[in-house]
């Protein structure tokens, strides 16, 4: 399943077990420029995030863990969608095993579905879901992924700024560029008193 990302591209994993839906969603998010991988189960899904249950070698099979095993690694997801009924794993089990991950629990979660059960919905958003989409998915509906897709980058790459805005700040703090020019004119003044 390797998949190459273009450098300033969003990639949205999509999970649906519909054939017909899949490729909608697939087209719908490639004309509005996004990277997609595509998978038809919550399983699979799992599987390319590289998260798995570690059954026999945690006391506690229900906390997820990322596999040493991803293959995909290197790849970025910046955004899940994916159906609420699927057979095995639904969406919204998908979506309690990301946010229940330390690794993942910050790629924002969209679930959609072709029924309107407020109930659902409501379980889904409080359980962390950015959006609840009703099928079938349109474009207005793809527009309103970018905002969490970049809110999210923007945490990612708020602490990097912080740190290398400290960087800067200790470098060129006051007392380090007034030692150096005392030091300087310590140097020059010996020099001038030997002369």
Not at 132 to 142: A, G, I, R, S
Not at 163 to 182: A, I
Request: aromatic residues 4%; contains cysteine; negative net charge.
């Amino acid at each position: 399943m390797g998949v190459a990302v273009k450098p300033n591209q969003f990639h949205v994993l999509a999970v649906d077990d519909s054939i017909i839906d899949r490729k909608l969603i697939e087209r719908l998010l490639k004309t509005s420029s996004y990277q997609v991988t595509a998978v038809d189960s919550g399983s699979k899904a799992l599987e390319f995030l590289g998260l798995i249950d570690e059954d026999h070698e945690q006391e506690d099979a229900d906390i997820p863990s990322v596999s040493p095993k991803n293959l995909n690694q290197d790849i970025e997801v910046n955004l899940i969608i994916t159906d609420y009924c699927m057979p095995e794993m639904t969406g919204y089990d998908l979506l309690r095993k990301i946010k229940e991950s330390k690794s993942l629990k910050d790629i924002p979660v969209v679930i959609m579905s072709s029924e309107n059960v407020p109930s659902r919905i409501n379980r889904c958003l409080e359980e962390g879901a950015e959006e609840f989409f009703l099928k079938p998915v349109q474009m207005e509906d793809v527009s309103k992924l970018r905002p969490h897709m970049m809110r999210n980058k923007a945490k990612d790459d708020e602490p990097n700024i912080n740190k290398r805005k400290g960087m800067e700040e200790e470098n060129q703090s006051p007392e380090r560029t007034r030692t150096k020019y005392n030091n300087s004119l310590e140097d020059v003044q010996l020099v001038v008193g030997d002369l």
